[in-house]
């Protein structure tokens, strides 16, 4: 089974510029999940689809972060423009439903270094 | 507010000693706690969770928690840890409100 496939796996760019990281879940997962992962800390949730549906976006920053799940597969994030705060590693995971008892199988991530 | 911590950032060992990672949580009538392990450039992934029933949880690789509701606590075991046991471990919980909270990790070096 083929799982969580994420791209790219790094990208650096400057600030002010805009990016976009490419998510393509378990197939099958229902549920798909956007998190934030900064040097040091735990992944932070950014957003939580449900087949194409956003089920939890409340810690996006929504005025330069945007998400998308067409067709219920696979998902974009894209930040514009990017700030220096946002250098992270940006994980995917997806899940069979949508509860907090399914597990979350997570892809590799894409590490973003803004400068 | 819920909360989950993770008492040690970083815990160094030798190889075919124990280990202890520690976690607590604020109480909650109902919860779901979870181990997961992120190896170094790779994914994270799950190592045990805790939802109902017996409060001793095995999980892969030979790790083990122990759900404690008096103490609020699910620390991590391992009888014996091995070189490719080095790793991040994330505690995770979730209470009422079903949100999953993670906490900030536990760094495990086993060294030789």
């Known amino acids: 089974e083929a799982g969580v496939a994420q791209s790219p796996r790094y990208k650096i760019i400057e600030k002010r510029q805009s990016v976009a990281f490419w998510c393509n879940p378990i197939?099958?997962?229902?549920?798909l999940y956007w998190y934030q992962q900064i040097l040091g800390q735990g992944p932070k949730l950014l957003i939580q689809?449900?087949?194409?549906?956003?089920?939890?976006d409340s810690q996006l920053p929504k005025d330069r972060f945007s998400a998308e799940r067409l067709k219920g597969v696979d998902s974009t994030l894209k930040i514009q423009p990017a700030k220096l705060e946002d250098s992270a590693v940006y994980l995917c995971?997806?899940?069979?439903?949508?509860?907090?008892?399914?597990?979350?199988?997570f892809g590799p991530g894409t590490r973003l270094t803004v400068l | 507010a819920q909360s989950v911590t993770q008492l040690d950032s970083q815990v160094p060992v030798f190889e075919e000693a124990p280990v202890e990672l520690r976690c607590n949580y604020s109480?909650?009538?109902?919860?779901?706690l979870f181990w997961y392990v992120q190896y170094p450039n790779q994914g994270l992934q799950l190592l045990l969770k805790?939802?109902?029933?017996s409060t001793l949880v095995k999980g892969i690789n030979g790790f083990e928690a122990e759900f404690n509701k008096s103490q609020t606590s699910f620390h991590l075991r391992k009888p014996s840890v091995h070189i490719s046991d080095t790793a991040e471990y994330f505690c995770?919980?979730?209470?009422?409100?079903?949100?999953?909270?993670w906490g900030l990790g536990t760094s495990l070096a086993v060294n030789p």
């Open positions: 995971a997806s899940s069979l439903g949508q509860g907090p008892a399914d597990t979350q199988y």
């Open positions: 197939s099958g997962h229902a549920t």
């Open positions: 689809f449900q087949n194409n549906g956003v089920v939890d």
């Open positions: 109480s909650s009538v109902s919860v779901y």
């Open positions: 805790y939802l109902s029933g």
């Open positions: 995770v919980y979730a209470g009422n409100n079903r949100k999953l909270i």
